[in-house]
C-alpha cells in the first residue's frame, strides 16, 4: 500500500468519524443516562469561572471555597465565554471539535512515529475506538460511544493532547533536538495541570519511552525529571486551588467512591475484545518487541491493584490505561494479520488454511464491535437504548435533558434550588442558579455530607412541615425542584436506591402548596418558588 493511500485511508475514516462526532454534537442528545455524567459540573465551572474570571466561586453551590475544576483549560473555555460574543454551550461544541482533531492528528503523529511504520495510525485508531464491551460511562473512557458525548472533557482533552506530547518527545529521544524537548515540556504541564490522573499517566508512558526507546538514558532521565519537576512546580503555583490539598483528598471517598472492579464479571463485559490483548502482550514479550507497550500494562495494572487494596477508588479509572495497552498490543497484532487490508481478507476466505484462521477471527470480532459501537450510538441518537437484560431488546427513552432546557427559562444566576442531589446537579450548568446539595461531592466541599442528609430530610415523609421550612431558610433556598420520576411509586433498586431515597410523598407535595407557588409544571419536572417570609 502506498504512503499516499494509507494517508487518504486514515483521512477518510477521520473524516467519517468526525462526521459521526458533529452529528451527535448538534443533537443535543446525551445518552439515557447523562444525568449520571460529569458534563453539568464542567459546563458550570466554565460558566462561574466566566462570571467571575479571577476569583470564581464554588460553581455548584453558594460558597466562596474553590474547585479543583478550575484548570487552565477550563481557565481558557471560560474566557472565551467571557470576552466573545459565542454562548456557553457553543464554546463547548467548539472545544469538543478541537479536542477530537487535536486527538486524531497527535494518535497519526504518535503511532507512525513508535511504530515507525505508516500504516498503523489506523491500525491504532480503530482498535482503540472500537474494540470495547459495553461502556463504562466514567471519566477517562475514549470509546467512540462515549467520546462524542464527552470529548471536551478535561480527562479527554489531556488524552488527546497525550499523543502529541510523546510524539515530541520520542522525537527528542531519538534526534536529540532540544526544540523537542521544550514542546514536550509545554505539552506535559498542560496535560498534568488539565487532569492530574490523565497527567500521572502521560508522565509514567513519558518514563517508558526514555528506558525503552532513549539512547542516552542516564542524560534523557534526568532531562526527563527536571521536566517532571517543572510541571509538578507550576501544579503547586497554579492559583485557583490548593493542588496538594486536592490531590490528597481525591484518593479518598470524600471526592470519589465509584468502584469498578477489574475482576467483577459486569467490567469484565465491558473490557470485551480487549481481553484478547492479554497473549498479544506474552508474543511481544517473548519476541521483545515494543517493550513499551508491555511494561506500560504491567505498570497500569500495578497501579490499578495498588489502588484497590488502598481502597483509592480514583485509581480505577486505571482501567482505561491498562486498556490502552491492550489496544495497541491489538493493533500490532492485527497490522501483522493485515487484517484491515482487503486482499489479505479476500486471500484468507479462499485459501481456509491454518494462517487464515486469526485473519477471519480478528476481522470478524472488528467488524462486530464497529457494529456494536456504532449502533448503540446510533439508537441513542434516535432514542432509543439496546439493553441486554432480562432480554436483548430495543426501547425507547426520553432525552433527559428536555426537561432542563424547558425549567432553564424559570431560574436565575443567584437563585438556590432544593432538589435531590442527582436532579440538582445539571442545574447550575443549564440555569447559573446554585444548589444545595452535591451527587458527586468535592474535596473543596467540606459539609455536604451535611447537605446530603439535610435534603435527606426534607424529602422524608416523616419530616414536619416546620422543619422543611428550616431547612429551606437554612440554605437560602429560593426554588424547590421535584422531579416526578421520583413519586411515591418509582422504582426502589435504581442507583443504590436512589429513587427510593428521594420519593415524593404526597405529604411534601401537600406542604409544598403550602410552602411555595408552582411556576413551572411539566411531565417530568414540577418547579416551586418559594413563598416570601
Known sequence: MSKLQ?????????????????????????????????????????????????????????????????????????AITKFTPLSLFTVVKIASFCSFILFLAGLYLWSMEYFRDRTMPLYVLVCLLFLWGKPFGYSNEYCLRFFAYTAFYPSLVSFSLSFSGLYF???FLRLEKKKYYLYYL?????????????????????????????????????????????????ALLWPYYPFLEAVAKSTTTAWYDFKM????????????????????????????????????????SGIYFFGRQMDIFLLDRYIFFIMFFLHLALAWYLRTLGVLSFAAIKKSVFTLDAKSVPVLFFTAVLCISIFYQTAKLGFEQ??????????????????????????????????????????????PAFTGAKIVALYHNS??????????????????????????KNIIAKYSATHVLLNRSRMKDAPANRIRNYYHDFRISDRLMKDMTGLGKIVFKNRGFILFKIKSA
Open 261 to 300: 472492579y477489574l475482576y467483577d464479571i459486569n467490567n469484565a463485559y465491558r473490557i470485551g475484545p480487549a481481553f484478547l490483548g492479554i497473549p498479544v502482550l506474552l508474543l511481544l514479550l517473548k519476541k521483545r518487541k515494543h517493550l513499551f507497550i508491555v511494561s506500560g500494562f504491567i505498570a497500569c
Open 186 to 234: 509545554f505539552c506535559s504541564a498542560v496535560i498534568f495541570l488539565t487532569h492530574p490522573l490523565t497527567g500521572s499517566f502521560f508522565l509514567l508512558c513519558s518514563f517508558l519511552l526514555v528506558l525503552t526507546e532513549g539512547k542516552c538514558r542516564m542524560k534523557q532521565s534526568a532531562l526527563l525529571f527536571a521536566g517532571f519537576a517543572v510541571t509538578g512546580l507550576l
Open 382 to 427: 434516535a432514542g432509543c437504548q439496546i439493553n441486554f437484560t432480562p432480554l436483548p431488546a430495543v426501547s425507547g427513552y426520553e432525552n433527559p435533558l428536555d426537561n432542563y432546557n424547558q425549567v432553564r427559562n424559570f431560574l436565575n444566576t443567584g437563585d438556590i434550588v432544593l432538589s435531590d442531589p442527582l436532579t440538582s446537579w445539571l442545574i
Open 6 to 78: 494509507v494517508e487518504k485511508n486514515y483521512f477518510l475514516t477521520g473524516l467519517a468519524l468526525f462526521l459521526i462526532f458533529t452529528a451527535v454534537t448538534f443533537t443535543g442528545r446525551q445518552g439515557p443516562l447523562v444525568e449520571l455524567y460529569d458534563y453539568r459540573e464542567h459546563v458550570a465551572s466554565i460558566r462561574e469561572m466566566s462570571l467571575k474570571l479571577l476569583s470564581p466561586g464554588n460553581p455548584l453551590i453558594e460558597d466562596s471555597r474553590p474547585t479543583l475544576r478550575y484548570t487552565p483549560y477550563i481557565f481558557l473555555l471560560a
Open 443 to 468: 474535596p473543596m466541599v467540606r459539609d455536604n455530607n451535611i447537605r446530603t442528609q439535610d435534603v435527606l430530610e426534607f424529602y422524608d415523609v416523616k419530616t414536619a412541615t416546620q422543619d422543611r
Open 169 to 171: 518527545l520520542l522525537l
